[in-house]
């Protein structure tokens, strides 16, 4: 019957995988980041009702 003993190499992989994973978890954690999609960031202009056809946008 075959023992496995892991090498160092082998803990160094893992705790690097881990890592990467504690940092993952770490990221979403955090908020989603502001796109500024579907934001309104100032009202439009209100409509002219007296424009003439060649005024208007």
Same mark, same amino acid.
């Given at each position: ?32 980041? #502001? @796109?500024?999609?579907?934001?309104? @960031?100032? +009202?439009?202009?209100?409509? #002219?009702? #007296?424009? @003439?056809?060649? +005024?208007?946008?």
């Amino acid at each position: 019957m075959r023992v496995y003993r892991p090498l160092p190499a082998d803990h160094e992989q893992v705790e690097f995988a881990r890592q990467g994973v504690r940092e993952a978890r770490e990221l979403l954690k955090q908020p989603p980041p #502001d @796109t500024f999609l579907g934001r309104k @960031t100032h +009202e439009p202009f209100p409509e #002219d009702p #007296d424009a @003439t056809p060649s +005024e208007a946008p």
